[in-house]
Structures are given as structure tokens and as C-alpha cells.
């Protein structure tokens, strides 16, 4: 089975955040949850269903991720982008992403 992380959009502002291991909606990938076994997958599904019915975020998605060089990476492009911030100018306090990390 592939690691996998539980993603979402915050609501209040539509950022991309991931669930940390405090049960916690954190805007770094890095400090993600990574549920390594489909217990821990059902248990992250459960959360964002939670989280998702008490308005706290929209779009939840547990995706693929990977470890390379000590970090998370997800496998899709599009959660790449997410990780790494807009690819375009959004918000002050939010760059632009990283082109390195979301290149294949």
C-alpha cells in the first residue's frame, strides 16, 4: 500500500491544509499525518468527514505520497502544486509555488 495523507481546503480562506498528527489542519504537507496501513486510512477518511460536516473544510482527499530525500512528495501533480503553494500569486503570505518540487 502507498502512504497517504488526508488533504482539504480550509474553508474560511480556501487554502490547501493537511492533517497533522494533533488532528490538526496545518498548511505544511511536511507535517502531515501519513497513514502507512488502511486502518489508518479509514480513521484519516473519518476525520475529513467530520471535519467536512462541521464546516471547518471543503474538498477533503486523502492522496498518495511518497518520501524522497526526507520528504513527503505527493504522487498527482495537482496535489504537488498544492503542497507547494498557488502557481500564481493569491494571497499575501502565500508564494508562488516551488517549480523543483512539483516538476515530475
Known amino acids: 500500500m502507498t502512504d497517504k495523507v488526508l488533504t482539504a481546503n480550509r474553508l474560511t480562506d480556501g487554502i490547501a491544509v493537511w492533517l497533522d498528527a494533533g488532528g490538526t489542519w496545518n498548511e505544511t504537507l511536511q507535517e502531515a499525518l501519513v497513514a502507512r496501513h488502511a486502518e489508518a486510512v479509514a480513521a484519516l477518511e473519518a476525520i475529513g468527514k467530520r471535519d467536512f460536516s462541521a464546516n471547518l473544510v471543503v474538498d477533503v482527499n486523502v ?17 504537488r502544486i498544492r503542497a507547494a503553494g498557488p502557481s500564481m500569486d493569491y494571497a499575501a503570505g502565500y508564494p508562488s509555488a516551488d517549480p523543483a518540487f512539483i516538476a515530475a
Request: without cysteine; proline residues 6%; charged residues 40%.
Open 63 to 79: 492522496v498518495e505520497v511518497e518520501e524522497v530525500n526526507g520528504q513527503l512528495r505527493p504522487l498527482r501533480l495537482r496535489e
